[in-house]
Every structure is written in C-alpha cells, then in structure tokens.
C-alpha cells in the first residue's frame, strides 16, 4: 500500500468514527437550497479531513464540497466529501459514508468510501485491486441487464429538470429492479463489490464519485459516460456497471435519450 492510501484509509476511519458520534444523536440540518441538505457533521468531518490531509500533503491541491480545501497548483488532487448522504444522515436512516479520492495529472490513482454504520471501508489503488475491510473484491459476472440489480439517484438541486425519471422507469422494467439509496459513493462501492450489476447518475460532482469510480475499475469493472464516452470530472453523467452489461446498458439509455420508450410510463386515471 502507498502512503497516500494508507493514510487515507486512517483519516476515513476517523471522519467516520466523528460522523457515526454525530449519527447517534440526530443533528439538526440546514438548507443550502430547495432540497440541498447540510448538517454541523459535514462540516465537522471537512474540516477533520482537511486538516489531516494538509498536515500529511502540504504541497497537494485539496477540493472539499463544503468549501474546504487549497489550491497548490500541484499534480496531486484530493476530492473529498466529508459526508456523502447528507439527507439520509439528516433523518436518522442510515446509509452514508466519507469519501476521499486522489488524483494524479487527471487520473484517479487512489481512493477510499467508509460507511462507519456498517464498518465497511473500500480502497482501491490505480493498479492495485480493489479491497474492502483489507479483502480484494470484484464486480459481479452476471451477463444480462434482465438479471441485474441497479442503482441510480437525482439530484437535490434544479429537481424538476432532471429526466432520469424515463431512464429508472425504463431499467426497472428490464432489470431485477433500481434501487436508490441516497448516497452514491455507496452505489458505487456497491457495484464494485458485486452486490449491485450497475449505477448511473446524471450531474454528480467530483467529491462524489472520485473514490468509487476508481473502485469499479479496479474491481474490473466499466465506466464511461451515460453516452459510452470516457467519464472525465466534471461530467454530465456516470455509468458503471460490472462491464458485461455495459454494452446492453448503454443501448438502452441510447434509446431513451432519443426518445423511444420501449415500456410506456402507465396512464395515470384518477382514482375514486
Ligand atoms: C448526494 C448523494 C446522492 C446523490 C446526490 C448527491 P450528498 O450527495 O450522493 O446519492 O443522488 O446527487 O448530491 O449531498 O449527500 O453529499
Ligand atoms: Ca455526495
Ligand atoms: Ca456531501
């Protein structure tokens, strides 16, 4: 293990150990806009993260989604999202992680998600394999999108622009189902793992996904754009799957972004 992983492994662990505190005795949260949650534990946890990796890394860049952070102008890049699950967290259901993800000239070299409710810590170094709780782990082998579990989320700003509403209509029909947990490191650690065939989201930020994208790929998996181009940061979308089903996948959101819907949405009758 490099440095850089190893103490980004013991700087989630205390984040998490910090969040689950916090966790435990339901915090009060505030509005960053119409649905846009943020709790005294995001800021707590940046501000524990930050620090630490200034203190490890003084000379590396520093991205924080609460603001934190520093720009050095050096090749090294850390994302970070102290709290990825902000709403899940803000109502006591417990589905969340911290997140920390490096890179290196734009390519993603190391990364981390620790979700302290389950104890759950993934890490994947470019090159490396992915790992969780020290043990390697790969995508799953299943070979159709009518056999898989997937996963999506929407975002919490500009709501009522998002049309992912067609594209989880449309995968739930073809697919075992879609599930939506609320935290999208998670989803993506998740696909890594083989519990879930695959993930998209349309308008994540880096923070997001940094860690989690790097964990699919070096689990063995695929991720590009919702578009099959190559996912860069920032991007419109994501989609990572297990790459069996990518090419199935991706001709289907093909289809739905050019409008054709091969499940028409039910006709909605009032009911009385
Ligand atoms: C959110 C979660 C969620 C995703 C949203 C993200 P946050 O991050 O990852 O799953 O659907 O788009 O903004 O705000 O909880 O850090
Ligand atoms: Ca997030
Ligand atoms: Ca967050």
């Not at 440095?3 to 013991?10: D, N, S």
Request: proline share 5%; hydrophobic share 40%; charged share 25%.
């Amino acid at each position: 293990m490099s440095q850089y992983i190893e103490t980004a492994i013991e700087i989630a662990h205390e984040a998490g150990a910090l969040l689950e505190r916090y966790f435990l005795h339901r915090v009060r949260y505030e509005l960053k806009g119409e649905s846009d949650l943020v709790t005294e534990a995001d800021k707590a946890s940046e501000k524990l993260v930050v620090e630490r990796l200034k203190a490890a890394f003084p000379d590396h860049s520093i991205v924080g989604e609460e603001g934190g952070g520093q720009e050095t102008g050096s090749p090294y890049r850390w994302y970070v999202d102290p709290l990825d699950g902000t709403t899940n967290f803000a109502h006591g259901y417990p589905v969340f992680n911290v997140t920390l993800g490096l890179e290196k000239d734009g390519e993603m070299i190391a990364g981390v998600v620790y979700d302290p409710d389950r104890q759950e810590l993934f890490a994947a170094e470019k090159g490396a394999g992915s790992f969780m709780n020290g043990r390697r782990i790969h995508v799953s082998p299943v070979d159709k999108l009518r056999d898989s579990l997937m996963c999506t989320g929407f975002p919490n700003k500009d709501r009522h622009t998002s049309i992912n509403i067609y594209f989880y209509h449309q995968l739930a029909m073809t697919s075992h189902g879609v599930r939506r947990s609320g935290s999208a490191a998670v989803d993506l650690a998740n696909v890594a793992c083989g519990r879930l065939e695959g993930f998209w989201e349309f308008g994540l930020n880096p923070w997001d996904l940094a860690a989690g994208k790097l964990l699919v790929a070096e689990a063995g998996g695929m991720v590009t754009d919702m578009k099959g181009g190559p996912h860069s940061m920032p991007s419109e979308s994501i989609a990572a799957t297990n790459g069996v089903i990518h090419p199935e996948t991706l001709a289907l959101f093909e289809e739905i972004f050019s409008g054709k819907l091969r499940n028409p949405l039910p006709v909605l009758r009032p009911i009385d």
